[in-house]
């Protein structure tokens, strides 16, 4: 039982309009205040010059190996597995693939397919309440080799502030906490006072305009290409709930 639901589609339909309503901006208004000015400063933008020829048959198989093994599979029912025995000709029709989805910055509409299913986020807390789980997203397979091709050829310009430790490789929230006791004992060594102020934000990852992010790769003069693919992308995304 969720919410008082006890049947399958009921529940389902619960947790859809649950994660329905984390994934719109706050403020419509300022949502196309930041998409208008994207659009005006994307038609003047070039950013930084690449070429399509850096994905090679190395790098696909790289990222080949790198999949995580034993995932429950994407909508269309593949998994890491299926690529990763598959024919080594695969990576040649997909290093093909890739380079013309860059050149024409197009993503097939199967890539945006995801489907969610929702996980319990306290195990000692309420199980029968929306409240207390959080929604994961399988994404196909072939898209996720994609995005990690991605992620290696652009990697050193998706840099961060060194003290966010959240959604980072290598960093998890023992990292802030270290941080944090560090720079507390500091200042307690030396008879000063501490004040903290926390903030838990609710949904702050669903909710951020992904207009406003574009902008920020504009800021790192990130490729005209890929900031075509990701519009793209975000366009052809659609969830379902498992």
């Given at each position: 039982?969720?919410?008082?639901y006890?049947?399958?589609?009921?529940?389902?339909?619960?947790?859809?309009?649950?994660?329905?309503?984390?994934?719109?901006?706050?403020?419509?208004?300022r949502?196309?205040?930041?998409?208008?000015?994207?659009?005006?400063?994307?038609?003047?933008?070039?950013?930084?010059?690449?070429?399509?020829?850096?994905?090679?048959?190395?790098?696909?198989?790289?990222?080949?190996?790198?999949?995580?093994?034993?995932?429950?599979?994407?909508i269309?029912e593949?998994?890491?597995?299926?690529?990763?025995?598959?024919?080594?000709?695969?990576?040649?029709?997909?290093?093909?693939?890739?380079?013309?989805?860059?050149?024409?910055?197009?993503?097939?509409?199967?890539?945006?397919?995801?489907?969610?299913?929702?996980?319990?986020?306290?195990?000692?807390?309420?199980?029968?309440?929306?409240?207390?789980?959080?929604?994961?997203?399988?994404?196909?397979?072939?898209?996720?080799?994609?995005?990690?091709?991605?992620?290696?050829?652009?990697?050193?310009?998706?840099?961060?502030?060194?003290?966010?430790?959240?959604?980072?490789?290598?960093?998890?929230?023992?990292?802030?906490?270290?941080?944090?006791?560090?720079?507390?004992?500091?200042?307690?060594?030396?008879?000063?006072?501490v004040?903290?102020?926390?903030?838990?934000?609710?949904?702050?990852?669903?909710?951020?305009?992904?207009?406003?992010?574009?902008?920020?790769?504009?800021?790192?003069?990130?490729?005209?290409?890929?900031?075509?693919?990701?519009?793209?992308?975000?366009?052809?995304?659609?969830?379902?709930?498992?």
């Amino acid at each position: 039982m969720i919410d008082g639901y006890c049947e399958d589609k009921d529940i389902a339909d619960r947790f859809a309009s649950v994660f329905q309503a984390a994934c719109v901006p706050n403020s419509m208004h300022r949502h196309k205040e930041l998409e208008n000015k994207f659009y005006a400063r994307y038609s003047q933008y070039c950013g930084n010059e690449f070429d399509d020829k850096s994905i090679t048959v190395d790098l696909i198989q790289q990222c080949i190996c790198d999949l995580k093994k034993g995932k429950a599979p994407g909508i269309d029912e593949l998994t890491s597995e299926h690529i990763s025995l598959a024919h080594p000709v695969l990576a040649v029709h997909l290093m093909l693939l890739f380079r013309m989805l860059l050149r024409y910055s197009v993503v097939p509409d199967g890539f945006g397919y995801g489907v969610v299913i929702p996980l319990v986020k306290n195990t000692e807390g309420n199980h029968y309440a929306t409240d207390n789980y959080r929604g994961i997203t399988i994404s196909p397979v072939i898209s996720k080799i994609f995005e990690m091709g991605i992620m290696r050829l652009f990697d050193d310009l998706l840099t961060s502030d060194p003290l966010q430790f959240g959604f980072k490789q290598n960093s998890s929230c023992n990292h802030a906490l270290f941080t944090l006791k560090t720079v507390i004992n500091h200042h307690v060594a030396n008879s000063a006072t501490v004040s903290i102020c926390a903030l838990d934000i609710s949904k702050a990852f669903d909710r951020v305009d992904h207009f406003a992010l574009l902008q920020l790769l504009m800021d790192k003069n990130i490729s005209k290409m890929l900031i075509g693919v990701l519009i793209d992308w975000l366009l052809k995304s659609f969830v379902c709930v498992r």
